[in-house]
């Protein structure tokens, strides 16, 4: 008998009150409603950030911007284009002022390709191409492949570096403007003078895209 009712006690003790249980679920729900909702944003976030990448390039078949601009020299001194190994960086892009150095792949390459890679505009010039004009273009956002996320932190006078056969071309931005999102790229430039043009989506705005002037200054 009193065994019996020691058992019984225990298995009193062992019992878990139903709120308790209903508490504890409404906290698991909760938690994994949280995660669910914010991997959905996220991923939303995402998309619409390769919306409006995919918005900013309007490709023709080269997957290239098609550019706007008198006296395009589209010709190339030093080193036979053909000749470049199509696999391997011909040169380098170095932003000081972002800490930034990425490369890029010669025009014919399949690696040159704005979605992944920099993407050197089939109607550019190498810097070695005197008076010529060498345009680069991005993504921008905060996708994988969005390497001109920061060069809305540029301003007029700052200052790019581009390697290129084992010289060292230094430019200095001399002009900033936005133009809409049309498929063209109208560049407005000295053509006496040998330029670097780069061009990306503009920042917290996705009927826009911003391009930025430079001129040659130096060579080492």
Partial sequence: MFINITEDNKKKKKRISPSLVACIGTIIIIIGGFFLSYNYIMSKKVMVYEYMNNVFYSKNEENSPQVEEENIHNSDQGIPEESMDPNQYIGYLEIPKLNFSKGFYPKHSSLNDVDKNLLVVN???????????LIIAGHSGNAWNSFFDDLYKLSVGDQLKVKYNNKT??????????????????IYRNQNRTTLTLVTCTNNDNKTQTIYISELDSIE
Avoid: F, L, Q, R
Wanted: net charge positive; no cysteine; aromatic share 14%.
């Fill in 123 to 133: 109607e550019s010039d190498y810097p070695n191409v005197s008076k010529g004009n």
């Fill in 169 to 186: 071309y230094n430019y200095k931005i001399v002009n900033i403007y936005k133009a809409d999102k049309t498929g063209h790229i109208a």
